[in-house]
């Protein structure tokens, strides 16, 4: 079974801020990793994904998460915050093995403000 | 086409009454699946299509939830008798498939802009 963590429903950070928005995982093999940013009244779109290789990825818009598996953890990070990141995102797994037939399994989402 | 296309984007219903929203996935991707974003409730798996056949159904809230899809492509989901808890942002993705045994993807998602159900 797979399980996805948000730590934080809301995170609110200032323009020029980091933001940080916390995601851990539960999996029994190997798993692919995501984020995907949703803003109001749109479909959710893809920021970046880890699926093997380097476990520090680069996504759209400045955003990078880094893979760590001792700590079971994909967290986001983006060095400085802008108006324009203000948006639910959420973090999503999927393995290859089992039955999971691919299924993503997503995170309660994180609300993200940013103030001036 | 060029993305994932759902509709319509917007659906008001009366309780009690059918309704079928429509997906129209990536020209291609041979994955499907339905997604339900209810206020506070995160996104909620409904039903997966590799192909035409639906190897996972388990998501389905009820047996007045059904979805078909055909030719490898255009998908229905239909809700019958609608009942007020109903009322969501239903969502669909298309996706490669990276390994067919399985239907595992390390493509993630594309998803559409969703069809928010209202029944009053």
């Known amino acids: 079974a797979q399980s996805v963590t948000q730590l934080g429903s809301h995170v609110s950070v200032s323009e020029g801020a980091l933001v940080l928005l916390r995601c851990n995982y539960s999996s029994s093999v190997p798993p692919y990793l995501f984020w995907y940013v949703q803003y109001p009244n749109q479909g959710l779109q893809l920021l970046l994904k880890y699926t093997t290789g380097a476990t520090l990825v680069k996504g759209i818009n400045g955003f990078e998460a880094e893979f760590k598996k001792s700590e079971t953890s994909f967290h986001l990070t983006k060095p400085s915050a802008h108006m324009s990141d203000a948006a639910e995102y959420f973090c999503?797994?999927?393995?290859?093995?089992?039955?999971?037939?691919?299924?993503?399994?997503f995170g309660q989402g994180t609300i993200l403000t940013v103030h001036p | 086409g060029a993305g994932v296309s759902q509709s319509p984007s917007n659906k008001v219903t009366e309780k009690g009454k059918d309704v079928e929203l429509r997906c129209d996935p990536i020209s291609g991707h041979t994955a499907l699946y339905w997604y339900r974003q209810s206020l506070g409730q995160g996104l909620e798996f409904l039903i997966y299509?590799?192909?035409?056949?639906?190897?996972?159904k388990s998501g389905l809230p009820s047996d007045r939830f059904s979805a078909e899809r055909t030719g490898g492509s255009v998908s229905t989901l239909t809700i019958q008798r609608t009942q007020q808890e109903d009322s969501a942002v239903y969502l669909c993705a298309s996706s490669l498939v990276t390994h067919k045994r399985t239907g595992g993807t390390g493509y993630g998602y594309t998803f559409g802009s969703g069809t928010r159900l209202t029944v009053v």
């Open positions: 299509f590799q192909g035409n056949s639906a190897p996972d």
């Open positions: 999503a797994v999927n393995h290859a093995g089992g039955t999971s037939y691919g299924k993503l399994t």
